[in-house]
Nanobody, 127 residues
Framework: QVQLVESGGGLVQAGDSLRLSCAAS????????IGWFRQAPGKEREFVAA????????YYADSVKGRFTISRDNAKDTRYLQMDTLKPEDTAVYYC????????????????????WGQGTQVTVSS
């Protein structure tokens, strides 16, 4: 089993930055990809960004490209989501997800390909 724990959420003002962390533990050997998703009130959960566990190749949703950066620290089995120039529309619960199976690039933004999920962390951006 793999456990994912998010941290780093909070309340910030528009234009501020936050860095979310996703700490993985358990059977991380064989992990293939970590993804970040978010869910705003009354909306469906949506893809934000993903990073391949070994190669570090990254993927971003168009809505965050250029503002958010996903990165990794293999020594700590932790992945990060650096969020800059935050906007009120970024307000959501942010979830870390992981897959121990290979994920093709075309499907990396689909929730169904991830079998491990964290509990979520709230990010609130005030205007």
């Amino acid at each position: 089993q793999v456990q994912l724990v998010e941290s780093g959420g909070g309340l910030v003002q528009a234009g501020d930055s936050l860095r979310l962390s996703c700490a993985a533990s358990g059977r991380t050997v064989g992990m293939q990809v970590i993804g970040w998703f978010r869910q705003a009130p009354g909306k469906e959960r949506e893809f934000v960004a993903a990073i391949r566990w070994n190669s570090g190749v990254t993927y971003y949703a168009d809505s965050v490209k250029g503002r958010f950066t996903i990165s990794r620290d293999n020594a700590k089995d932790t992945r990060y989501l650096q969020m800059d120039t935050l906007k009120p529309e970024d307000t959501a619960v942010y979830y870390c997800s992981g897959s121990s199976r290979y994920v093709f690039a075309e499907t990396i933004g689909q929730q169904a390909v991830y079998e491990h999920w964290g509990q979520g962390t709230q990010v609130t951006v005030s205007s």
